[in-house]
């Protein structure tokens, strides 16, 4: 399944979790998910991607773009 970059409207939960930056943390992106942060570390280790999304590297810190996360949830209300 790979990320678009299409732009929809995000569930609310979601655009506030990313405090209208349009990224969130991987700790944020694993409860979402709900997986291990340490999982998402490692498939993205191992893969380059997780579910189809590639994050962007900031600092320390891998960030992930809200559409794209939001992509994985195509029936959650706008």
């Known amino acids: 399944m790979a990320a678009t970059n299409k732009a929809f409207p995000l569930p609310p939960a979601l655009a506030e979790l990313s405090f209208g930056t349009g990224h969130i943390l991987t700790k944020e992106f ?17 893969n380059g991607e997780v579910y189809g999304i590639r994050p962007h590297k900031l600092g320390n810190r891998w960030l992930w773009n809200v559409q794209d996360v939001a992509s994985l949830f195509p029936g959650a209300e706008a």
């Not at 694993?30 to 191992?46: D, F, G, H, N, W």
Request: aromatic letters at 0%.
């Open 30 to 46: 694993a409860r979402l998910i709900r997986r291990e942060v340490q999982t998402i570390r490692k498939m993205l280790s191992q």
